[in-house]
Structure formats: structure tokens, C-alpha cells
């Protein structure tokens, strides 16, 4: 079963300065309706540029992969429930409890805004899981987590595109399902291990497609991310 809405592209904003994270979006134009700011912008510029991208028209996704006691994350989403921000990741492997305490805060104070469990780094693999001694392969560990994740509340999860065909089986075309690990054919996987085409995510039901360095280390990121978005279609 696919999603039934058409897939759209995120921009992981993965800049170091403000202003060349500014410049970027005014390259991107139209191109582009959703902005992801992660660690690295939000660690140095924080609430104030999260405000300055949503003035600019963008939707935003905060990724900051919260992992903590459950008080400690219920009472950040509270926080970040002032920001203009309408999807937020946490970790799912922080387990039920932090994940429903995530969720009554987001309740509570934030009803628009969509938590994302990240389920399994699509920068790893099977060898990696067994690292941490996790003996279940990708999907199986995604699809446990996810299960956890959606039980608990959660809105939306965050997997590679390889693991959709069973989630969608499994949990149907509603829960909102965010993938990143997305590189178009022939272009670099850098450390991403569980990836796939633009083409092939949304063909799998991916409901937004993650796209970071494909774009901003292009010749022409508008072209790039142009193409990319025709992919989708
Ligand atoms: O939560 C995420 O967005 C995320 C989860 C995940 O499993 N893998 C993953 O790559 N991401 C993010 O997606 C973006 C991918 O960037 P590129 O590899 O440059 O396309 C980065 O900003 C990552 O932080």
C-alpha cells in the first residue's frame, strides 16, 4: 500500500554560517517548500534563525534527534512548541515512556506540530547494529521501533526508504514517514548506508523525502534539487 499523498523533498540545511545558509535558500527560490535546520545551525543560531526561515515562507523541520529521561524531552518539546516548527524528531530508541511523555507535551502545547520517531540512522548497517549488540536486521529493529513509536502516539517516523514497503504494509498509508539516506542515482552515498533514488522512495510510499548534501554540494544546487522534485512526481 502507498502514502496517498504525493511526496515532498526537504532541504537538510546543513550549513555552517547563516549566511550561507540564507544564500542557499535565496538560490533554491522556488524549488523548495521545506526546510530542515539540524544540529548544526540550530547549535549556533538557535530559536532566533528557526523564526527567520519560517518568516522566509518555509515550512520547518527541526531535527534535533531529542534522547533523554522523559521529562527532560517532554519539557524541550514544550519549549519548542513557541517556535514556528511543524515536525520535530526524537529518538525512538529513548524508549515508551519518554516517547509518551514527548506526545502528552506536543498535546499539550503544540497540537499542530508532528513528532518524528527516528527509528534506525540510515547511516548504518546490519554489521553496526551488531556493534551495539542489536541482533535484528535493519528492518526488523525499524519495525519494532516503529511499532513502539507509533503506539506510544508518535505522529510520523523516520526510517530509510528501504524499510517502507513492510511499514506501509504493516501501519497503512497514515502515519506521516520522513526519509532521508535519499541519492539520485549515480551521485555519492557519502556515510549513508541504507539509501535509494528520489524516484524509488516516493514509488515506496516515502510521504517526504530528507536531501542534504546532493543539493548543496551541486554545480547548480536549483537544478539539482529541480531535478530531484521531478523525480517525485
Ligand atoms: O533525522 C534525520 O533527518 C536523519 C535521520 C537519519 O536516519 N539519517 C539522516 O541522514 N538524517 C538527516 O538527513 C540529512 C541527510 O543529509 P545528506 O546525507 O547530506 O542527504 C542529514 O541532515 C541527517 O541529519
Not at 517548500?33 to 547549535?43: A, E, N, P, S
Not at 526488523?140 to 508518535?154: N, Y
Amino acid at each position: 500500500m502507498t502514502n496517498r499523498k504525493p511526496c515532498q523533498l526537504i532541504l537538510a540545511l546543513d550549513l555552517e554560517t547563516r549566511e550561507e545558509a540564507l544564500a542557499m535558500l535565496d538560490q533554491l527560490g522556488n524549488s523548495l517548500d521545506w526546510v530542515k535546520i539540524g544540529l548544526q545551525l540550530f547549535t549556533a543560531y538557535g530559536p532566533d534563525f528557526v523564526r527567520e526561515v519560517s518568516d522566509r515562507g518555509y515550512h520547518v523541520f527541526l531535527d534535533l534527534k531529542l534522547h533523554d529521561i522523559p521529562n527532560t524531552v517532554a519539557k524541550a518539546v514544550q519549549s519548542i512548541a513557541k517556535l514556528p516548527v511543524e515536525l520535530l524528531t526524537l529518538h525512538a530508541s529513548g524508549g515508551a515512556e519518554m516517547l509518551e511523555w514527548a506526545n502528552k507535551a506536543r498535546n499539550d502545547h503544540a497540537p499542530d506540530l508532528n513528532l518524528l520517531a527516528v527509528t534506525v540512522l540510515t547511516s548504518m548497517n546490519e554489521s553496526q547494529l551488531r556493534s551495539l549488540n542489536v541482533q535484528a536486521t535493519p528492518e526488523a529493529q525499524v519495525t519494532h521501533l516503529a511499532e513502539l513509536s507509533l503506539k506510544a502516539g508518535i505522529q510520523g517516523l523516520v526510517c530509510s526508504s528501504l524499510e517502507l514497503p513492510p511499514l506501509r504494509k504493516q501501519f497503512g498509508p497514515d502515519p506521516i514517514i520522513v526519509t532521508p539516506g535519499i541519492r539520485p542515482a549515480g551521485s555519492s552515498a557519502d556515510e549513508q548506508k541504507r539509501i535509494m533514488t528520489p524516484k524509488d522512495a516516493a514509488a515506496a510510499g516515502s510521504s517526504y523525502i530528507v536531501v542534504g548534501r546532493p543539493i548543496l554540494k551541486a554545480p547548480s544546487p536549483a537544478e539539482a534539487a529541480e531535478a530531484i522534485r521531478a523525480e517525485l512526481t
